[in-house]
């Protein structure tokens, strides 16, 4: 059975940095492509960033380029989201997902992906 554990968020002012953690178990992460998605109250999920089955290439949505950076460690099977400047706008719940091994490239549409952690609650003060 495939697992994703997320942590690493908290509270934090604005222009301040988290790292988040997805720990998988059940699938190597080097086995498919691994997604970062987040969802604010009110509003619907949306996609922040992506990496390929590969590992080599990256993908992120436009409101998060140049402050995000998604990375993995297959000898932890892990897979990173790092945030840096943050902003009041990136207060949401941030969810791992797996996207489906069959399916190679970059992806950021949610029904690509069939398994999803159970998020992590980012906060960030103005």
């Known amino acids: 059975q495939v697992r994703l554990v997320e942590s690493g968020g908290g509270l934090v002012q604005a222009g301040g940095s988290l790292r988040l953690s997805c720990a998988v178990s059940?699938?190597?992460?080097?086995?498919?492509?691994m997604g970062w998605f987040r969802q604010a109250p009110g509003k619907e999920r949306e996609s922040v960033a992506a990496i390929s089955r590969s590992g080599t290439t990256t993908d992120y949505a436009d409101s998060v380029k140049g402050r995000f950076t998604i990375s993995r460690d297959i000898a932890k099977n892990t897979v990173y989201l790092q945030m840096n400047s943050l902003k009041p706008e990136d207060t949401a719940v941030y969810y791992c997902?797996?996207?489906?091994?069959?399916?190679?490239?970059?992806?950021?549409?949610?029904?690509?992906?069939?398994?999803w952690g159970q998020g992590t609650q980012v906060t960030v003060s103005s």
């Open positions: 997902a797996a996207r489906l091994p069959t399916l190679y490239g970059l992806g950021l549409e949610s029904n690509q992906y069939d398994y």
């Open positions: 059940g699938r190597a992460v080097s086995s498919s492509g």
